[in-house]
């Protein structure tokens, strides 16, 4: 068996993306709509835009459309689409206070300024799957339909006043910790440039801001296993968390017009906001008061921000003495992780190949040596 | 530039019924997609971090020494050339084109009003789910 250098398999190659497309394609069932996408696959929408770390729902749609459901697919194809694009311009700095609240929880405190906000939630129901058909679910949406119509927001539900802005953006838990000087001050005077991810990979050390980035556009499944094995395996931390504020809301997008130098608002992003709370306990540390960490990530994805927010302090707390740091920063990114994974399934004949002359190499001189 | 895309279109079709405005008009920056990035500052620290980016469409027009930009969310050539038209007819002065400033005007209004409106519609759809403690003597 010597080595042969060969080549071909492009045939089956385009035969191969001819069928996925094809199938995809022509299958029997009506046309998968992108709206469809948008409103009943919107958590789904909403993880492959985080990940991809790019704001883009009608390409998200497509992206999941294409991947026929497959997210990290998705992620790939639009990183892949985002990096044909020139960067236009850096918005102005959006204050994480003026994110307006359709959902917002605080677990640590029931009396907090502004409301606790269940918003669209099941985290407070049974898990029942729904098994009736698919008739009756459409008669029970037409019946929804027409017991909304009519009213004041035509969408069901009374008219409420809206012109109370603390119920939009209502003063964080933070703002209250720090008034009863609860918590470690660690507002900085400076304001450095934050480190971008997508121009230069981040190493640790690593500035928070490039910790914050890499951890925004991780994995969700990655950045939650993280978190688990930093608080209950074996990193060995039982950290006493406890959520503060956990919100889920519209940030306006702003940018100095060119001719102006007005603010123009161009759109608004929907995110997810997440402060937890860490009880200080160290020898080192100021255990008469908390510290606290942040998330903050696209879309509705609670899972994800949790995470994030407990990391960022557990980074802090653990200021390098571990490998924390570098897992989040090396293993938590999609497209990174499963790249790496699925090129194992492209052809090594050639590096097997001189594993398996080895093996026989190997084989000869352990005989050799026996005789 | 947070019209919704047809009514953009619309407006930036009837400015171009001027025939003076269509033919002094001069597209410096054709319609093109590309990113934004967003940059947060969260409450810890006070520090800024990056959020990540989004898909934006910019064009930039001129009508004399009169320059008009726009950005417009998602893939949107052809309401980004029309928001880029409004902007620069808003900033002429041209008493022929006042007609088309009042319709500027009203379109931005307009916009408010919807904003406003979705707004409300979104508070009465959630604002039953604010939690009402009731506390155990």
């Avoid at chain 1, 492959?48 to 790019?54: D, I, N, P, R």
């Avoid at chain 1, 909304?148 to 008219?159: I, N």
């Avoid at chain 1, 906001?273 to 008061?289: M, P, Q, S």
Wanted: proline share 4%.
């Amino acid at each position: 068996m010597g080595y042969v250098s060969a080549r071909g398999g492009l045939d089956a190659i385009r035969a191969a993306e001819r069928l996925v497309r094809r199938l995809r394609l022509t299958s029997e069932s009506s046309w998968l709509e992108e709206d469809q996408i948008l409103e009943k696959l919107r958590l789904l929408v909403d993880r492959v835009m985080g990940e991809a770390g790019l704001w883009a729902p009608r390409l998200a749609a497509k992206a999941l459309r294409q991947s026929e459901g497959d997210a990290t697919e998705a992620v790939h194809l639009l990183r892949a689409y985002r990096s044909t694009l020139p960067r236009f311009a850096y918005s102005e700095s959006a204050d994480a206070d003026d994110v307006k609240v359709e959902r917002r929880i605080v677990p640590a405190f029931q009396r907090v300024p502004g409301n606790q906000l269940l918003g669209r939630s099941v985290d407070y129901t049974a898990r029942f799957l729904e098994r009736q058909s698919d008739d009756m679910a459409r008669e029970e949406a037409e019946k929804l339909r027409s017991e909304a119509s009519g009213t004041p927001g035509d969408e069901g539900g009374e008219a409420h006043d809206n012109t109370d802005t603390t119920q939009r953006s209502p003063q964080r838990l933070l703002e209250m910790l720090r008034e009863m000087d609860l918590v470690v001050d660690r507002r900085r005077a400076d304001d450095p440039e934050p480190f971008d991810i997508t121009r230069t990979p981040a190493r640790p050390p690593a500035a928070r801001s490039a910790l914050l980035s890499s951890m925004t556009r991780a994995d969700t499944g990655a950045l939650v296993n993280q978190w688990y094995r930093n608080i209950l395996g074996p990193d060995g931390y039982l950290h006493e968390v406890t959520l503060g504020e956990v919100r889920h809301g519209a940030l306006d997008v702003v940018v100095r017009h060119p001719v102006t130098g007005l603010p123009v608002c161009v759109t608004s992003v929907r995110v997810t906001e997440v402060e937890a709370i860490e009880d200080l306990e160290g020898v080192d540390e100021d255990r008469t008061k908390f510290d606290v960490g942040y998330g903050l990530c696209f879309g509705h994805n609670e899972r994800k921000a949790i995470a994030m927010a407990n990391l960022d302090i557990a980074c802090h707390r653990d200021a390098g003495r571990t490998q924390l740091e570098q897992s989040l920063l090396l293993t938590t990114d999609a497209l990174d992780s499963a790249g790496f994974l699925e090129h194992l399934k492209l052809p090594h004949y050639v590096t097997f190949r001189s594993m398996i002359e080895r093996k026989f190499a190997m084989r000869k001189a352990r005989n050799r040596d026996a005789s | 530039m947070r019209s919704r895309p047809e009514r953009l279109v619309e407006l930036g079709e009837q400015c171009l019924t001027n025939q003076a405005l269509r033919e002094s008009l001069i597209v410096t920056q054709p319609p093109a997609c590309g990113t934004l990035m967003l940059q947060v500052r969260e409450p810890v620290r006070r520090e800024r971090f990056y959020l990540g980016e989004i898909l934006v469409t910019r064009c930039e027009v001129r009508i004399g020494a009169d320059r008009g930009w726009a950005m417009i969310d998602g893939d949107e050539p052809r309401a980004a050339l029309a928001a880029a038209i409004c902007d620069v007819v808003s900033r002429t002065t041209a008493a022929e084109h006042e007609p088309l400033r009042l319709a500027i005007d009203s379109l931005c209004r307009e916009t408010n009003e919807h904003l406003a409106a979705q707004e409300q519609r979104e508070w009465n759809q959630i604002a039953d789910t604010r939690v009402k403690f009731e506390e155990f003597e």
